[in-house]
Every structure is written in structure tokens, then in C-alpha cells.
């Protein structure tokens, strides 16, 4: 069974920078992708980045240019760097991972239409002050 914990929310001040991790584990795929979503309070979840286990990754045009998705060597931990952010990304960041996944027409599906993600962790929270 796959398991997802994630950490690093917070909050942080509108231009500031904040990381966050995700801890997979049970992942025996060969390839796969882990993506990061974001819920703000009453508006639904979308994708915000993603990475597949061949370094291959793709980002929501909201936060290309700010955001950065990459793994540990291991290809268990997935980071997303945040720099200047905005108000608007606050919200409830959480972890995805699935099976199968590779290449830039998959990873556009994962931001797209969250495809392919089976598993999902708990979400870690980032609050965005002025």
C-alpha cells in the first residue's frame, strides 16, 4: 500500500518563499508520477505541478516561473519549492501519486484532471499573509 505524508506548510508572507515535502512510501511501480494539488476554501482542487520518476515534470501556468517539483535520488521524496508567493496560493497542498506514468501528455493529464493519481495524502496547509 502506498502511504503519502506530507509537511512543510505554514504560513508565510506574499512574496516569501516556503518548500514542501511529500514522504511516499510502498510505491513498486517502475514508473510513476507524484503531483501536488491545492484546495483554497470553497473552490475546487486543481493540479498545481507534477514529476514523473524520469525527472520529466510540467506546471500549472499559475505558478510556472515559482514553483519548482523535483525528487530526492531515491525518487520517494517529492519537493515544491515556492517562491514569491501570492495571496493566492494559499490553500490545502496535497500529495498525489500513481502508477504507469511518464511523459508530458500524462503529466499534463495529472495537472489537467488529476489522472492517474490513486493515492493521496492528508495535505499539509500553506497560509498566505499580506
Known amino acids: 500500500q502506498v502511504h503519502l505524508v506530507e509537511s512543510g506548510g505554514g504560513s508565510v508572507q506574499a512574496g516569501g518563499s516556503l518548500t514542501l515535502s511529500c514522504v511516499a512510501s510502498?510505491?513498486?511501480?517502475?514508473?510513476?508520477?507524484m503531483g501536488w494539488f491545492r484546495q483554497a476554501p470553497g473552490k475546487e482542487r486543481e493540479g498545481v505541478a507534477a514529476i514523473d520518476s524520469a525527472g520529466g515534470f510540467m506546471y500549472a501556468n499559475s505558478v510556472k516561473g515559482r514553483f519548482t517539483i523535483s525528487h530526492d535520488n531515491a525518487k520517494t521524496i517529492a519537493y515544491l519549492q515556492m517562491n514569491n508567493v501570492k495571496r493566492e496560493d494559499g490553500g490545502m497542498y496535497t500529495c498525489a501519486a500513481g502508477g504507469g506514468c511518464q511523459g508530458g501528455s500524462w503529466l499534463s493529464s495529472v495537472i489537467e484532471y488529476q489522472y492517474g493519481m490513486a493515492y493521496w495524502g492528508n495535505g499539509t496547509l500553506v497560509t498566505v499573509s499580506s
Open positions: 510502498g510505491i513498486t511501480y517502475s514508473t510513476y508520477c
